[in-house]
């Protein structure tokens, strides 16, 4: 089977790539050609763990290739993915551009039966937009050429995106034909081996699922901050509370951590979205604009205790800060929407020399934030001299620092966790002043 996936980002390139490890002819598509170019030549061009091996193994032998216009590609294909970005329009409802110009291309270029399948997160109606788009270049051409389309949100997690893709807990595929119902069967049945499902709908149904899973999971993780920052008022601890109520079934366990915000190109886009979706029909999204509100304010927590231990904002001016954690979540450069941007920008306004060290977004970071902070060439080395040590992304190598070696480094044993990874036992044994959420 051969296929075209269009837009070359964390979901483009992981969704290729794992379709041609199941044995798909996959071609890769995207418009930024400085991107396909290093592609070619064997360069993945972000960080997701395993993804490097499962490009090149595909591409060496043959079964990936790389191209920069769909017209291209479109004649030997079958199925064509929409795997461009929808980034938040001003009102944050989400920016179709990118994905009705590939619906044009498309129906620029179509010339036989194809089915065009939308993988990017898009509000319901958008595979309507979708259809007419390629509707009017076709009229446009005065030809009628046979197409469907079809919606198939894509739900893999940044840092664990080729597992997510390999073995997902299900796969969702909206259709309103039984030709494209065959053909997603067909392309999805070599991962049918590992036993997950693939669960058929119409096309709004599975556009509005992906929005609402996004915002539920969203909903957990901004009431668990509200919890605990409650604990914190009255004394108790969000840890114990956290397991006490994960052992409730009806609830479960997952997604119920605390922390200093939730970020990343996902969640904080889609839940704005959501709500913009609402009002455009004449509703409130009450749940979520509160989800929305909560998560803003928690993003600024980790700086609200830093200024609260120095007695007050005004007194951070030529403090010395080291920051460890800069991705929005482990084992990703992504620093889309990041409580560090936030944390960072804070902490630069308030007259901080700030000082980070990231495993991988590094090279993100100064793209970001150029010369506005000092680079730090390991954890140890942003310690240095700092007034105080902000934990904000859990990578595994920080849990367990010689905190004998930071705390001579530093200038004052202060440490704020952001992700509540350190024991406050521990720490206090070890003379840190210490402080996290919700304990
Ligand atoms: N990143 C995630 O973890 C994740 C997970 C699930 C769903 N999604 C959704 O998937 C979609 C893509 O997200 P992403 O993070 O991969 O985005 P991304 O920004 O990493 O990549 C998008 C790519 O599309 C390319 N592009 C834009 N217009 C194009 C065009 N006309 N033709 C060809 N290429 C074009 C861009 O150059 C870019 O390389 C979004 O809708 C997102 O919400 C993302």
Redesign the pocket.
């Known amino acids: 089977m051969n296929i075209a996936v269009?837009?070359?980002?964390?979901?483009?390139?992981v969704s290729g790539a794992c379709f041609a490890e199941m044995g798909v002819n996959v071609t890769c598509?995207?418009?930024?050609k400085e991107?396909i170019e290093r592609l070619r030549r064997g360069e993945v061009p972000?960080y997701e763990p395993g993804l490097d091996e499962i490009v090149s193994r595909n591409s060496r032998e043959g079964r990936l290739g790389f191209a920069t216009s769909?017209q291209e590609v479109i004649d030997g294909v079958e199925v064509v993915f929409i795997?461009?970005?929808?980034?938040p329009d001003e009102d944050g409802s989400?920016d179709l551009r990118?994905v009705l110009?590939?619906a044009r291309?498309f129906g620029r270029s179509v010339k036989r039966y194809t089915l065009l399948v939308t993988?990017?997160?898009?509000p319901v109606g958008t595979s309507a937009k979708v259809r007419r788009a390629v509707l009017d270049e076709l009229e446009a051409r005065g030809v009628a050429v046979p197409f469907d389309v079809a919606s198939n949100?894509?739900?893999?997690?940044?840092g664990a995106?080729i597992k997510d893709f390999m073995s997902p807990d299900r796969v969702v595929v909206g259709v309103d034909s039984e030709q494209a119902r065959k053909t997603m069967s067909r392309l999805y049945r070599p991962f049918l081996l590992n036993n997950f499902r693939v669960i058929f709908t119409d096309i709004p149904s599975a556009e509005m699922i992906?929005y609402a899973a996004n915002s539920m999971l969203a909903t957990r993780i901004s009431f668990m901050n509200d919890i605990a920052n409650l604990c914190e008022l009255v004394g108790a601890d969000v840890n114990m509370v956290r397991k006490g109520i994960g052992a409730d079934s009806r609830i479960g366990s997952k997604f119920l951590y605390p922390g200093c915000g939730y970020g990343?190109?996902?969640f904080p886009?889609?839940v704005k979205a959501l709500i913009q979706t609402g009002r455009r029909n004449g509703y409130d999204m009450r749940v979520l604009q509160a989800v929305e509100e909560v998560n803003e304010r928690q993003k600024s927590v980790v700086f609200r205790k830093l200024a609260g231990e120095f007695g007050g904002v005004e007194n951070l001016r030529g403090k010395r800060v080291a920051v460890w954690g800069l991705a929005f979540k482990p084992e990703t450069d992504?620093m889309r929407e990041a409580a560090s941007l936030v944390t960072v920008a804070h902490l630069l306004e308030a007259g901080c020399t700030v000082r980070v060290f990231d495993p991988v977004a590094m090279a993100e970071c100064r793209r970001r934030l150029a010369d506005a902070v000092e680079y730090a060439s390991d954890m140890y080395d942003a310690v240095l001299e700092a007034d105080a040590l902000l934990l904000l992304t859990e990578w595994k190598q920080f849990r367990l620092p010689s905190w004998g070696v930071v705390t001579r480094s530093m200038r004052r044993p202060l440490v704020i966790d952001g992700r509540n990874i350190y024991d406050a036992d521990d720490m206090a044994a070890q003379g840190i002043i210490y402080h996290c959420i919700g304990r």
């Open positions: 269009v837009g070359t980002g964390y979901v483009g390139l598509v995207d418009i930024d991107k972000i769909l795997a461009v970005g929808t980034p989400a990118y110009e590939v291309e993988k990017s997160t898009v949100p894509e739900f893999l997690k940044e995106a992906k990343g190109s996902c886009k889609d992504d």
